[in-house]
């Protein structure tokens, strides 16, 4: 499944997830497995990300209500509704049952600012937007070797968990290494398991690599943002009222790559030169409305729908 993402062009790839890899092969393999828990758990309500197929399919078959999570944007799931469509239609044949999806009859919970989308509607309906509650910040006791040294800003760079396995990917992580080490900043750079660290040729002296620092931690010391696109960084990152530099490498990452530059809280860069790089973050390091723009946005979201009440929301549905 991977390989077919690997081997995408970036324009190509989300259309590849959600109707091949998502909403084909994961979903088909996942069906039987999600009838028997519903047989064994017999739920009031099933919650289900927004490319988890399975879920909605087999709780219309035993006649339980789902609702959604979203995990992209309402432009990318609008932009995509043909794919989504077609994924969810297929696996209905799959399962028997008739092809029509009744588009617009599940709510739909996300956690991204109406600021950042295009749109205000996913499968038709208003989607309830959730302030974000990450995993609390743990207290860092000074120790740790990728905190800043003296005055200099610290930059996150990070492109996910799982990207390292591309040849695309690796390029861009040597791509961020070559132009951070010419910047006066202190860099971690966050790798994943997959990635090897060998791939990443040279290391420069201002940047700390590791597999993985939870990303709250690094959020309340971070000056910008280098990374991918990712819903969960981009998100984060918002949250946090820090300015970003999206490179995206696959999927719904150009969508969301361009609504951040949209909404002035950051810049997207499409074109991997290095000094097309280092022009981005200079400008998110030095411009003051870029920050000033990334603080109030992290204000509109913390007045979004809190979870104890979207939780309270979720239960209603449940009956």
């Known amino acids: 499944a991977w390989a077919m993402l690997d ?160 040849a695309r990917a690796q390029a861009t992580y040597r791509l961020a290494l070559e132009v951070v080490a010419g910047l006066p900043v202190d860099a971690l750079l966050t790798i994943g398991p997959i990635m090897d660290p060998a791939l990443l040729g040279t290391v420069p002296e201002n940047v700390s690599v590791e597999t993985f620092v939870p990303q709250t931690d690094v959020f309340s010391q971070a000056k910008a943002v280098v990374h991918h696109g990712g819903s969960g960084t981009l998100v984060g990152a918002l949250a946090a009222g820090l300015p970003q530099v999206v490179i995206p490498l696959f999927a719904d990452q150009p969508d969301n790559a361009m609504s951040v530059e949209r909404a002035g809280v950051g810049v997207a860069v499409l074109d991997r030169e290095a000094h097309v790089l280092r022009a981005a973050i200079e400008r998110v390091l030095d411009d003051a409305a870029l920050e000033q723009r990334a603080a109030r946005l992290a204000e509109e979201m913390a007045a979004m729908l809190p979870m104890p009440e979207a939780v309270a929301r979720m239960e209603q549905l449940a009956g």
């Open 7 to 166: 081997a995408a062009t970036a324009e190509d790839a989300l259309q590849v997830g959600i109707e091949e890899v998502f909403g084909g092969i994961k979903s088909t393999a996942a069906l039987a497995g999600v009838r028997a828990a519903i047989s064994e758990w017999a739920p009031d309500l099933i919650l289900r990300e927004s490319c988890e197929f399975a879920g909605l399919v087999a709780g219309e078959e035993a006649d339980v209500p789902t609702a959604c999570i979203s995990i992209l944007s309402t432009a990318s799931m609008e932009r995509h509704e043909v794919n989504f469509r077609t994924a969810t239609e297929a696996l209905r044949c799959h399962a028997g049952r008739s092809r029509d999806w009744p588009v617009g009859a599940e709510p739909v919970f996300c956690d991204f600012p109406a600021a950042l989308d295009e749109v205000d509607l996913i499968h038709g309906a208003q989607p309830t937007r959730v302030a974000p509650c990450g995993p609390a910040q743990t207290d860092t006791d000074g120790s740790e070797t990728w905190l800043p040294s003296g005055d200099r800003p610290l930059l996150y760079v990070t492109f996910g968990t799982v990207s390292g396995r591309s």
